[in-house]
């Protein structure tokens, strides 16, 4: 993989880790000090540019490429499926042993539907996504290949109309169905357009700082405004396919391409166990949390700042030791990662 691509890469899992670590304190709006609550809400700011910059990553390694369309679904669609399985029925057994209480039969298949059919866990969402952007792919990429420079734009144009799409805009828009041109599809056609025609330079730094400091601090403003007008957390602007979002993702997708573009040894060791962090990282992240969560803050500003960042890095190091391990297992190296 290109540097920059897998150093991006890593980046964005080590934020999926630091946002799913700090987000269950935004929910303690009334029991956690107002300055400690900005705190955790400007950190979760920060991460929700993690998935759609993996997004923008597939497209720009994916969309370019020329391959049979069953070579295509065949390569994708078994490095994502083996994984899920074996993580689905992991995470299954998890819940059962973990809740620690008697089960039936019927509760055993109702709850093994939902996982295989819904979500074993809340981050299973993501797989999802990523499976139907999959099947789209080749579609897709059979008018990418073909498109000039302004048809791209065009598609990025109307895109970014729907970005400003939310709950309390929706009403003052124009009523035009836009559903093609909307959520993550535009971040994979994004992702290609930045890798293909983007050469990074002083120029496009600057852009990219611009649009991360107004996409964090847009997505961190209008959550602490909206939650605190509400009494309870306002999750409206966290929405990842909103304008503040996608600001933050470019921004940052621009920063890595001139910044990232170096190779480091130990950042590949943990891109080639980077999907098997993400399954894992929950349940690590659910055990750990029973034993050390706080109910609320009372600590110093910058004892929450540690407090967060240790926790994060002892997860994320603890995911990728057990991914890094489970993979010395012939059988499972390519069921877990």
């Known amino acids: 993989m290109i540097n920059y691509l897998s150093n991006l890469r890593v980046l964005a899992i080590f934020l999926v880790v630091l946002g799913h670590v700090a987000i269950p304190y935004l929910y303690e709006l009334h029991v956690t000090s107002f300055t400690n609550?900005?705190?955790?809400?400007?950190?979760?700011?920060?991460?929700?540019?993690?998935?759609?910059?993996?997004?923008?990553?597939?497209?720009?390694?994916?969309?370019?490429?020329?391959?049979?369309?069953?070579?295509?679904?065949?390569?994708?669609?078994?490095?994502?499926?083996?994984?899920?399985?074996?993580?689905?029925?992991?995470?299954?057994?998890?819940?059962?042993?973990?809740?620690?209480?008697?089960?039936t039969t019927s509760e055993v298949v109702r709850k093994t539907v939902h996982a295989f059919f819904k979500e074993a866990d809340y981050h299973f969402w993501f797989i999802y996504m990523i499976l139907g952007l999959y099947l789209f792919m080749p579609i897709l990429r059979l008018w990418i290949v073909n498109a000039k420079e302004r048809d791209i734009r065009y598609f990025l144009f109307l895109w970014l109309i729907t970005t400003f799409y939310n709950d309390y805009t929706k009403v003052y828009l124009p009523v035009v169905d836009l559903i093609y041109f909307s959520k993550y599809v535009g971040y994979l056609v994004l992702g290609y357009y930045i890798h293909k025609f983007i050469k990074p330079n002083t120029y496009t730094n600057w852009v990219g700082a611009l649009m991360l400091f107004i996409g964090v601090l847009s997505t961190y403003l209008l959550t602490e405004i909206f939650s605190f007008r509400d009494g309870e957390l306002n999750t409206v602007f966290l929405n990842l396919t909103l304008l503040n979002n996608a600001l933050s993702s470019c921004g940052a997708f621009l920063l890595g391409m001139y910044?990232?573009?170096?190779?480091?040894?130990?950042?590949?060791?943990?891109?080639?166990?980077?999907?098997?962090?993400?399954?894992?990282?929950?349940?690590?992240?659910?055990?750990?949390?029973?034993?050390?969560?706080?109910?609320?803050?009372?600590?110093?500003?910058?004892?929450?700042?540690?407090?967060?960042?240790?926790?994060?890095?002892?997860?994320?190091?603890?995911?990728?030791?057990?991914i890094h391990l489970l993979r010395k297992v012939p059988v499972l190296d390519k069921w877990v990662n």
């Open 259 to 322: 910044f990232l573009n170096r190779s480091h040894k130990i950042v590949e060791k943990i891109d080639k166990n980077i999907f098997g962090i993400y399954f894992v990282h929950v349940m690590i992240l659910k055990i750990l949390s029973a034993y050390f969560f706080i109910d609320k803050f009372d600590y110093s500003p910058m004892m929450t700042i540690v407090y967060i960042s240790v926790f994060t890095l002892v997860v994320f190091f603890l995911s990728f030791l057990i």
């Open 37 to 103: 609550w900005s705190i955790v809400n400007f950190i979760s700011a920060v991460a929700r540019l993690s998935v759609p910059v993996f997004v923008m990553i597939t497209g720009a390694l994916l969309l370019g490429r020329i391959e049979p369309l069953d070579l295509f679904l065949k390569k994708r669609l078994t490095r994502i499926l083996r994984p899920f399985i074996f993580w689905t029925i992991a995470y299954i057994i998890f819940h059962f042993t973990w809740a620690g209480n008697e089960i």
